[in-house]
């Protein structure tokens, strides 16, 4: 797991589902723990919280035509020797999709799913933005946030903080 650290938080450096590979990191001033994700790709961003009561995780896309067809909290009990942040094997990583979730999204296109996809992220496209997760007493082992990039990639950086 990459970890950057941050002014307030600590970047969280995402893994491609097919391989675990990480993508190019976004080179220059002012692009800490930006990655450049590419279209028709699954990604996997690992988050730290198994021993912390509340876990935020934060994810901006910086390019106005990236498009998201969903962004999930996902969660495994398993141990990491045993499955991988990024398996794709069904079963072994679980959706949070409770229907009281609550994320927070702004920019023009960010959307979040309610009822049977409530938690479940999209970007159409139409401009930057983000979403801000909240993850209070999850209880699980291990967290990650999937990312399926649509038809049209582009820059993002995901942030997470941890409340013990």
Do not use: Q
Not at 90 to 115: L, R
Not at 140 to 146: D, E, Q
């Amino acid at each position: 797991m990459a970890r950057i650290s941050g002014v307030t938080g600590t970047y969280v450096a995402p893994l491609k589902s097919t391989d675990g590979s990480t993508p190019a990191a976004v080179a220059g001033a002012g692009n800490a723990g930006k990655y450049t994700l590419v279209a028709n790709t699954t990604y996997y961003y690992p988050l730290s919280g198994g021993d912390a009561p509340f876990v935020g995780c934060h994810i901006t896309g910086y390019t106005a035509g990236l498009i998201l067809t969903s962004v999930t909290i996902e969660d495994c009990d398993h141990g990491s020797g045993e499955v991988t942040d990024f398996s794709t094997v069904v079963g072994e990583w679980a959706p949070e999709k409770p229907t009281t979730a609550y994320v927070a999204v702004i920019g023009t296109g960010w959307t979040v799913g309610s009822g049977a996809t409530a938690g479940v992220v999209a970007a159409s496209g139409a401009g930057v933005g983000g979403a801000k997760y909240h993850l209070p007493e999850t209880s699980a082992s291990r967290t990650r946030l999937a990312v399926v990039v649509g038809s049209t990639g582009g820059d993002a950086r995901v942030s997470e903080s941890l409340k013990v």
